[in-house]
């Protein structure tokens, strides 16, 4: 990938350019993130509409074809959204609504690639989140009418009532068993959450926003208290799960990033465990497991640098800018440019949109 634009771009403002030319007619929305730097990641992970996990064996998978929603949408770029929704809804999306989570490049290129017909749930909820933000910005009723299938096809499949809590199942098959019911925290993605549950308050967005927080609460494993990417809840409660490595990595890496962006009742608990691990470790290591002292023999990403930067100064009350976060390297892959072209869209968000931030129990 070409470095050359990084100094420049993230040197400029994130949110200083307004929408100036639409297909339809539009409301003005702010450009959350840089042209250049959504460019410098389509160059290299986005063809024809299709997001390339090239670190994964050159796959795609509904969760890439979420984040270039959203990040072509933030950038402005409504060519390229359309391109992507289109290769998204044509190859992707099943007849229920929701979406394949797995292709493998195949000789046909087209839905026979579909490896794995399962849907991953977050990518449902980026997919829906994405839509409605390109309602607000190009003013074409037909994104509002597909966020409200998808978002209606997710509510009714994917959220479910277990032992007394909101649970949201991570895919349609495979995880739940004899009582036990499998989540990842990181698939409450709460920004987008909040957004569903303005938008369509008939659904239990809001409600799984609510409970999605408590969980993290209470999923804490290890010394560090860290949630772990993957969790089993029964009838005694959360544990690490039994299906997957207890870890905390590449997916509960993204829970402190939805919890700072979110409008949820924060308090510096909710973040404790994470500024504990960053503060306790120089590099920080990548994973760390949550039953022994195992942890990567490599340091954490830019993305994940980025991650914490932001939290860290959402709860010391300190506003961050684009120039603030960490420049891309030649070693990042798919993963770390989308976790740093979230948190630039969460840095825009948040400082710019939220006057108080002070946490619950802080003094303003």
Sequence with gaps: MKLVFAAALLGASVAGYWLLQSQQPAVQVSQRLSPELWQAFAEDYEEAGRIIDRDNQGISHSEGQGYGLLFAEAAGDRQAFDRIWRWTQLTLQRPDGLFA????????????????????????????????????????????????????????????????????LPGA????????????????????????????PDQPWQQLASSGQRLVQVQGAGPYQLPPDWADHTALGFQPSRLFPARYSYDAVRVPLHLAWSNLPLSERDFAPYLTFWSSHDPVPAWVSLIDAEQAEYAWSTGMQAVAKFVTARVEQRVLSAADLPQPNEQDGYFSWSLLLLTHLAINEVFATQSNLTLQDQKP
């Excluded at 068993?177 to 925290?185: K, Y």
């Excluded at 920004?191 to 303005?198: F, M, S």
Aim: charge should be positive; aromatic fraction near 12%; include cysteine.
């Design 101 to 168: 989570w797995k292709f493998e490049p195949c000789a046909t290129m087209d839905r026979r690639c579909i490896s794995d017909r399962n849907n991953a749930t977050d990518a449902e909820i980026l997919i829906a989140w994405a839509l409605l933000k390109a309602h607000q910005r190009w003013q074409d009723p037909v994104y509002l009418q597909e966020a409200s299938r998808i978002a209606r096809a997710t509510s009714d499949f994917m959220v479910i009532r277990h032992h007394d809590h909101l649970l949201l």
């Design 173 to 200: 098959t495979g995880f739940t068993e004899n009582g036990r019911v499998t989540v990842n925290a990181s698939y409450w993605v709460f920004p987008a959450l909040e957004a569903l549950g303005k938008k369509f």
